[in-house]
Protein backbone atom coordinates (compact mmCIF):
# COMPACT_ATOMS: atom_id res chain seq x y z
CA UNK A 1 0.00 0.00 0.00
CA UNK A 2 2.79 2.13 -0.49
CA UNK A 3 2.43 4.50 -4.00
CA UNK A 4 0.17 4.81 -7.37
CA UNK A 5 0.95 4.65 -10.79
CA UNK A 6 0.86 7.79 -12.80
CA UNK A 7 -0.84 5.70 -15.55
CA UNK A 8 -4.53 5.17 -14.69
CA UNK A 9 -6.94 3.81 -17.18
CA UNK A 10 -9.65 5.88 -18.36
CA UNK A 11 -11.91 4.57 -15.54
CA UNK A 12 -9.14 5.48 -13.09
CA UNK A 13 -11.95 7.73 -11.28
CA UNK A 14 -14.82 5.19 -10.72
CA UNK A 15 -12.14 2.21 -10.06
CA UNK A 16 -10.62 4.20 -7.47
CA UNK A 17 -14.55 5.48 -6.50
CA UNK A 18 -15.62 1.48 -6.02
CA UNK A 19 -11.95 0.52 -4.21
CA UNK A 20 -13.13 2.99 -1.59
CA UNK A 21 -16.48 1.99 -1.58
CA UNK A 22 -15.56 -1.49 -0.87
CA UNK A 23 -13.04 0.05 1.67
CA UNK A 24 -16.30 1.66 3.81
CA UNK A 25 -18.43 -1.76 3.45
CA UNK A 26 -15.83 -3.94 4.96
CA UNK A 27 -15.17 -2.18 7.16
CA UNK A 28 -19.19 -1.58 7.92
CA UNK A 29 -19.03 -5.16 8.24
CA UNK A 30 -16.40 -5.90 10.44
CA UNK A 31 -17.88 -2.71 12.71
CA UNK A 32 -21.53 -4.21 12.94
CA UNK A 33 -20.47 -7.25 13.58
CA UNK A 34 -18.34 -6.20 16.95
CA UNK A 35 -20.74 -3.89 18.16
CA UNK A 36 -23.64 -6.59 18.03
CA UNK A 37 -21.40 -8.73 20.06
CA UNK A 38 -21.13 -5.90 22.48
CA UNK A 39 -24.90 -4.57 22.65
CA UNK A 40 -25.71 -8.61 22.81
CA UNK A 41 -23.66 -9.12 25.97
CA UNK A 42 -21.45 -11.64 24.01
CA UNK A 43 -18.31 -9.49 24.53
CA UNK A 44 -17.31 -8.02 27.56
CA UNK A 45 -13.89 -6.00 28.40
CA UNK A 46 -13.40 -8.13 31.44
CA UNK A 47 -11.67 -10.87 28.51
CA UNK A 48 -7.89 -10.97 28.85
CA UNK A 49 -5.12 -8.36 27.66
CA UNK A 50 -4.18 -10.57 24.51
CA UNK A 51 -7.33 -10.47 23.51
CA UNK A 52 -7.56 -6.93 23.79
CA UNK A 53 -4.42 -6.34 22.15
CA UNK A 54 -5.60 -8.50 19.13
CA UNK A 55 -8.76 -5.98 18.97
CA UNK A 56 -6.12 -3.20 18.93
CA UNK A 57 -4.20 -4.79 16.33
CA UNK A 58 -7.09 -5.87 13.78
CA UNK A 59 -9.28 -2.79 14.33
CA UNK A 60 -5.60 -0.66 13.32
CA UNK A 61 -5.63 -2.71 10.25
CA UNK A 62 -9.03 -2.24 9.40
CA UNK A 63 -8.58 1.50 9.78
CA UNK A 64 -5.05 1.53 8.19
CA UNK A 65 -6.79 0.13 4.98
CA UNK A 66 -9.79 2.88 5.20
CA UNK A 67 -7.52 5.37 5.14
CA UNK A 68 -5.11 4.06 2.49
CA UNK A 69 -8.04 4.32 0.45
CA UNK A 70 -9.73 7.43 1.36
CA UNK A 71 -6.14 8.71 1.03
CA UNK A 72 -6.01 7.32 -2.83
CA UNK A 73 -9.57 8.07 -3.97
CA UNK A 74 -8.54 11.98 -3.35
CA UNK A 75 -5.47 11.55 -4.92
CA UNK A 76 -3.51 12.70 -1.01
CA UNK A 77 0.06 9.97 -2.67
CA UNK A 78 2.22 11.42 -0.34
CA UNK A 79 0.22 9.96 2.67
CA UNK A 80 -1.06 6.69 1.12
CA UNK A 81 2.72 6.21 0.55
CA UNK A 82 3.63 7.15 4.54
CA UNK A 83 1.12 4.73 5.93
CA UNK A 84 2.19 2.29 3.40
CA UNK A 85 5.01 1.54 5.29
CA UNK A 86 3.39 1.34 8.58
CA UNK A 87 0.82 -0.97 6.98
CA UNK A 88 3.75 -3.57 6.00
CA UNK A 89 5.30 -3.67 9.32
CA UNK A 90 1.30 -4.00 10.79
CA UNK A 91 0.60 -7.14 8.73
CA UNK A 92 3.50 -9.06 11.19
CA UNK A 93 1.28 -7.79 14.30
CA UNK A 94 -1.32 -8.51 12.54
CA UNK A 95 -0.30 -12.48 12.30
CA UNK A 96 1.19 -12.76 15.53
CA UNK A 97 -1.75 -11.34 17.42
CA UNK A 98 -4.12 -13.50 15.14
CA UNK A 99 -2.52 -17.04 16.18
CA UNK A 100 -1.68 -15.88 19.58
CA UNK A 101 -5.78 -15.35 20.26
CA UNK A 102 -6.35 -18.33 18.25
CA UNK A 103 -3.89 -20.71 20.03
CA UNK A 104 -5.39 -19.52 23.25
CA UNK A 105 -8.66 -20.22 22.27
CA UNK A 106 -8.51 -23.97 21.50
CA UNK A 107 -6.12 -24.48 24.09
CA UNK A 108 -8.82 -23.21 26.40
CA UNK A 109 -11.33 -25.37 24.55
CA UNK A 110 -13.55 -22.75 23.93
CA UNK A 111 -13.89 -22.72 20.38
CA UNK A 112 -16.87 -21.75 19.12
CA UNK A 113 -19.96 -24.34 18.84
CA UNK A 114 -20.58 -24.09 15.76
CA UNK A 115 -17.04 -24.57 14.72
CA UNK A 116 -15.37 -28.34 15.29
CA UNK A 117 -12.11 -26.80 17.58
CA UNK A 118 -9.77 -28.72 14.85
CA UNK A 119 -11.38 -26.97 11.94
CA UNK A 120 -11.42 -23.45 14.27
CA UNK A 121 -7.56 -24.26 14.67
CA UNK A 122 -6.75 -24.51 10.94
CA UNK A 123 -8.88 -22.02 8.82
CA UNK A 124 -8.11 -19.34 11.56
CA UNK A 125 -4.82 -19.61 11.13
CA UNK A 126 -4.73 -20.85 7.41
CA UNK A 127 -6.37 -17.75 6.47
CA UNK A 128 -4.25 -14.93 8.01
CA UNK A 129 -1.61 -16.56 6.44
CA UNK A 130 -3.68 -16.11 3.31
CA UNK A 131 -4.05 -12.73 4.10
CA UNK A 132 -0.37 -12.05 4.63
CA UNK A 133 0.23 -13.51 1.06
CA UNK A 134 -1.59 -11.62 -0.49
CA UNK A 135 -1.20 -8.30 1.28
CA UNK A 136 2.70 -9.43 0.53
CA UNK A 137 1.78 -10.01 -3.20
CA UNK A 138 -0.14 -6.07 -3.12
CA UNK A 139 2.94 -4.27 -1.89
CA UNK A 140 5.41 -5.74 -4.17
CA UNK A 141 3.32 -5.00 -7.36
CA UNK A 142 2.81 -1.52 -5.50
CA UNK A 143 3.53 0.46 -8.72
CA UNK A 144 0.94 -1.63 -10.70
CA UNK A 145 -2.05 0.34 -9.30
CA UNK A 146 -4.67 -2.18 -10.94
CA UNK A 147 -3.23 -5.19 -9.41
CA UNK A 148 -2.24 -3.35 -6.02
CA UNK A 149 -5.83 -2.49 -5.39
CA UNK A 150 -7.21 -5.43 -6.43
CA UNK A 151 -5.10 -7.97 -4.39
CA UNK A 152 -5.22 -5.75 -1.75
CA UNK A 153 -8.84 -5.65 -1.36
CA UNK A 154 -8.64 -9.79 -1.70
CA UNK A 155 -7.50 -9.71 0.99
CA UNK A 156 -8.96 -7.36 3.18
CA UNK A 157 -12.11 -10.12 2.31
CA UNK A 158 -10.24 -12.79 3.78
CA UNK A 159 -10.67 -10.69 7.03
CA UNK A 160 -14.20 -10.11 7.11
CA UNK A 161 -14.95 -13.88 8.34
CA UNK A 162 -15.16 -12.49 11.55
CA UNK A 163 -18.02 -10.06 11.09
CA UNK A 164 -19.90 -12.12 9.33
CA UNK A 165 -19.84 -14.28 11.97
CA UNK A 166 -21.21 -11.77 14.53
CA UNK A 167 -23.68 -11.01 12.07
CA UNK A 168 -25.08 -14.11 10.12
CA UNK A 169 -26.98 -16.78 12.46
CA UNK A 170 -23.82 -18.98 12.82
CA UNK A 171 -25.82 -21.59 14.76
CA UNK A 172 -28.30 -22.52 12.63
CA UNK A 173 -26.11 -22.84 9.93
CA UNK A 174 -23.93 -25.42 11.49
CA UNK A 175 -22.44 -27.61 10.23
CA UNK A 176 -21.52 -25.29 7.45
CA UNK A 177 -21.11 -21.83 9.62
CA UNK A 178 -17.81 -21.63 8.26
CA UNK A 179 -18.43 -22.15 4.59
CA UNK A 180 -21.23 -20.05 4.78
CA UNK A 181 -18.93 -17.16 6.17
CA UNK A 182 -16.51 -17.95 3.07
CA UNK A 183 -19.32 -17.52 0.50
CA UNK A 184 -20.09 -14.16 2.42
CA UNK A 185 -16.35 -13.14 1.95
CA UNK A 186 -16.43 -14.08 -1.45
CA UNK A 187 -19.16 -11.63 -2.35
CA UNK A 188 -16.66 -8.52 -2.40
CA UNK A 189 -13.98 -9.90 -4.87
CA UNK A 190 -17.13 -11.23 -7.08
CA UNK A 191 -18.76 -7.84 -6.81
CA UNK A 192 -15.47 -6.65 -7.79
CA UNK A 193 -14.81 -8.91 -10.89
CA UNK A 194 -18.54 -7.56 -12.04
CA UNK A 195 -17.89 -3.99 -11.90
CA UNK A 196 -14.81 -4.49 -13.58
CA UNK A 197 -17.09 -6.30 -16.16
CA UNK A 198 -19.36 -3.49 -16.85
CA UNK A 199 -16.67 -0.37 -16.65
CA UNK A 200 -13.94 -1.95 -18.51
CA UNK A 201 -15.99 -5.01 -20.66
CA UNK A 202 -13.26 -7.75 -19.04
CA UNK A 203 -12.42 -8.99 -15.73
CA UNK A 204 -8.72 -8.33 -14.55
CA UNK A 205 -6.27 -10.91 -13.87
CA UNK A 206 -5.24 -9.94 -10.62
CA UNK A 207 -9.20 -11.12 -9.23
CA UNK A 208 -8.36 -14.22 -10.47
CA UNK A 209 -5.48 -14.67 -8.58
CA UNK A 210 -7.04 -12.93 -5.40
CA UNK A 211 -10.22 -15.25 -5.25
CA UNK A 212 -7.94 -18.45 -6.70
CA UNK A 213 -5.38 -17.62 -3.74
CA UNK A 214 -8.85 -18.05 -1.40
CA UNK A 215 -10.32 -20.99 -2.56
CA UNK A 216 -6.72 -22.95 -2.79
CA UNK A 217 -6.65 -21.88 0.98
CA UNK A 218 -10.50 -23.19 1.77
CA UNK A 219 -9.51 -26.39 -0.01
CA UNK A 220 -6.14 -26.85 2.01
CA UNK A 221 -7.90 -25.82 5.33
CA UNK A 222 -10.16 -29.10 4.28
CA UNK A 223 -7.39 -31.29 3.66
CA UNK A 224 -5.21 -29.68 6.92
CA UNK A 225 -7.99 -30.48 9.00
CA UNK A 226 -9.37 -33.96 8.09
CA UNK A 227 -6.31 -35.34 7.65
CA UNK A 228 -3.76 -36.89 10.47
CA UNK A 229 -1.69 -34.13 10.18
CA UNK A 230 -4.15 -32.26 11.20
CA UNK A 231 -5.08 -34.20 14.37
CA UNK A 232 -1.41 -34.59 14.84
CA UNK A 233 -1.08 -30.40 14.97
CA UNK A 234 -4.36 -30.56 17.14
CA UNK A 235 -2.57 -32.99 19.61
CA UNK A 236 0.36 -30.80 19.93
CA UNK A 237 -1.30 -27.30 20.32
CA UNK A 238 -3.40 -29.00 23.19
CA UNK A 239 -0.86 -30.80 24.94
CA UNK A 240 -1.03 -30.20 28.56
CA UNK A 241 -4.31 -27.42 28.19
CA UNK A 242 -8.12 -27.99 29.07
CA UNK A 243 -8.25 -28.40 25.21
CA UNK A 244 -6.42 -32.10 25.32
CA UNK A 245 -9.98 -33.20 26.04
CA UNK A 246 -12.01 -31.57 23.78
CA UNK A 247 -12.94 -33.96 20.87
CA UNK A 248 -11.23 -32.07 17.98
CA UNK A 249 -13.49 -32.98 15.19
CA UNK A 250 -16.93 -32.98 17.37
CA UNK A 251 -19.05 -29.28 17.62
CA UNK A 252 -18.62 -28.69 21.09
CA UNK A 253 -22.65 -28.32 23.11
CA UNK A 254 -24.22 -25.05 23.41
CA UNK A 255 -23.46 -22.84 26.02
CA UNK A 256 -26.50 -23.80 28.25
CA UNK A 257 -29.18 -21.01 29.82
CA UNK A 258 -27.74 -19.23 32.53
CA UNK A 259 -28.84 -20.53 36.26
Known amino acids: ????????????????????????????VLMA???????????????????????????????????????????????HRQLGWIAAGWVFLMLIAGCVVTLAIVQRGAAPFFFRPLHFLVFDTVSLFTFAGLTAAAITLR?????????????MAMLLGPGFGRLLPMPLLTPWAWEATLVACLAFPLAGMVADLRRNGRVHPAWFWGVGALLVSAMAIEAITYSPVGDAIYRAVTAGTPGAVVAPLEFPKPPGPPA
Open 1 to 28: MTSMTNSLPASGGRDRGFFLGGAIAMTF
Open 33 to 79: GFSLQLAMGRSSFAAPLYVHAHAVVFMGWVGIYLLQNIFAATGRTAL
Open 143 to 155: RETDWHRRLHFCA
